[in-house]
């Protein structure tokens, strides 16, 4: 029998604020972080929004060489310890994997090696700083800095990394092969993904608005969302507080382009369904979706329809938002920041807007979420993500309940 | 472990040359290691698929392509949503990453060429194998320094739970001056990283299941992987060490990685006191400091020494970060 799995730890860190709180106000209120772009210089770009977190938020106590990445995630990784009343003893450290999702690691430090390297400069740190951009050192990193001692893995599908990690998570626990695992994902504003998101046409000068007929593209952002998965019954015995439970993933490929999705949504509704049917619900059963909504023109009609094919008849019916419009576009960190969004939806009973949305779109037949959050009790959330290279996962989360203990 | 799971195809493409011939021959110590330059993609690959693609798209397409072959895969895939596949890297598309940031540092950085920035993402190989071969189930690529070893481990559970049946596994890194550079001040042994260029190689993991069916040829099974995270200091103060799992496992031998420093080496000398120095096959000078590329070669390595008098052997990678592999093969038996 498949074992239950449930969040009993929480640490976000968006450019709507770090923790809980700050975030579900935000949601509530349809606060953007969405401003003009201050840690790189953007003058010869089309367009200079972005999403940053304030260094504010950010805890300190790094040396000095240490990459954005690795102090996005430790922090967001520490107050998800923290929130589930997990504190390591360093005499005895903890056995829990920690499953990461990122698209670029270090890109900031990348950026900084191959510019010295370029100009001749600073040779003797190059080796130092290619270390930190690597995409495979954070996750080692932090299980040294917090004392985990299960394995440190990193997945990779672009910007369905952080959702895949936890489903990666999920589905260790739900098998028994671990009890708690540090689940999650991340990523930093950069002028790497800034200008090849531009070349690309996909970024935006204008407002993000996903499924909105005049939608323009998407607008990127930074953050860091981690989760603490614990079996249940793991749970139950340490009393600890419990957010939600997951109760399906799914994941699927395109085979289709390296950037560009299906446009006939087979793999995306192909995941949205194993969700389902790993969960063992009916589509009726959900009550909101989170969805992936860039605000590009291919991403948006391609996850209509993959809602469409998955969810049948349901599909038009179902109050769908996506919430980069007030994040902005997180990445690696966006599937893992929007399941957490899908948590705060249920806690708060707050369907959170589509935000900037205000004309219909033939080709987006759903029921969108505008003018503002909804005041709604829900039960189950689905989230999809979808990457470049066509990587399309989804998960299905759902208020815990003790029924059948 | 819930189903059991076999190796039926093996596939490369590197210092060594293409195809498993080669592979053997290099081992045998009757080939000479060929250069980047040496090899004409086009004879292994319609390189119509892959272009503009990085080199190592290139590569680990032509290793999945011939593991596929040998497994009796290729163009032969009856369901594709069954079908994964799980690509490790440490640098990824390291000749694209420079040549983009050269526009970012050198040029305007509003000119970037589209092209170079897709395929310069980590997921970009494994990218061009879902798409050139058609594979809509489980992709990943698992960026890291034992990367392979945890792209097999990722490749086991989810064929193990039947999200999959069948998983295209490998590794792909190439080597420029760049690195060797970078990493000559953090290795003990400065040759090791300038003397391969890398290259690719990829298995084809199954659940018995599905190979029976299919009556392929198995070349081994997979009976168990171990993965912690710990580098010398935690290992002692933790009292845990790589491969603890596999210490009783009576194997014929051990294949390790390249001591890439002196904390890796010494967290491979913890396991080496449980199971006896005698036993070792060290990879390091076949396969050089080329990261997964090498670790690929040493699992690909292990799975045909079974062939010989070996019944089970242990693929042993520890790692610069700390992370410590161990994946025991054995021969298959029914």
Redesign the interface.
Known sequence: MKKRVVITGIGLLTPLGRGISSNEEALRNSRTGISHIKSFNTS???SCLGAEVDNLWIDQDFPEYADRASKLLLTSCRDALKSAALLIRD???LEAP?ILGT???GMLS??E???N???GIN?EK??AV??DS????QA??I??RL????????????CASGL?AIG?AF??LR?G?AEIAVAGGYDTMS??T????????LITADKCRPFDKNRSGLVLGEGAGILILEEMSHALRRKVNIFAEIIGYG?????????KPDPEA??AS?AIEKAINDAGILPEEIDYVNAHGTGTMTNDSMETKALHLALKEYGAKVPVSSTKPMTGHLLGAAGSVEAIFSVIAINSGIIPENLNYGTSDPECKLNIVTGRSRNCELKTVLSNSF?????NSAILIRKFEKKGL | MKKRIVITGLGMIGDFGAGKEDFLDFIAGRKQKQTISDFDLDSYIDTSLLRRADQISCFASIAAKFALEDANLFNNIKNTYKFGAITATVHGALQHTIEYHKALVLDNPATVSPSLFSNSVLNAAVSCISNIFKIHGYTAAIPGYGGTHQAVKLAVELIGEGDIDICLVGGVDVNNEFLVEAYSSCIEDNTAISKNFGGSGFMVLESLESASKREAEIHAEVLGIEIIMADYKKALKYKIFPGRDFVKASVDCVFTSVFFDKDSRMREDLFLEHIGKDKIFPCGDLFGCTFTAAESFQIILSVMRLRDSHNRVLSNYASLTGVNASLLIGKYNK
Request: proline fraction near 1%; charge should be positive; charged fraction near 20%.
């Open positions: 010869r770009y089309k005499e005895d450290g920690i698209t670029l690691g990348g950026q090696y191959h510019r390297l370029l100009l040779s190059r080796s290619l270390r690597l995409a495979c050192h080692p990193y299980a040294n004392n985990l001692i299960g394995e440190a893995l990193v997945i990779n599908n672009a895949n990666c589905k260790r098998s092969e002028d790497f800034h200008a090849g998101f531009s070349s690309l046409e994941q699927s490929a395109d085979a289709y382009h390296i950037t087979q793999g192909r990457g470049f290279g066509g990587s």
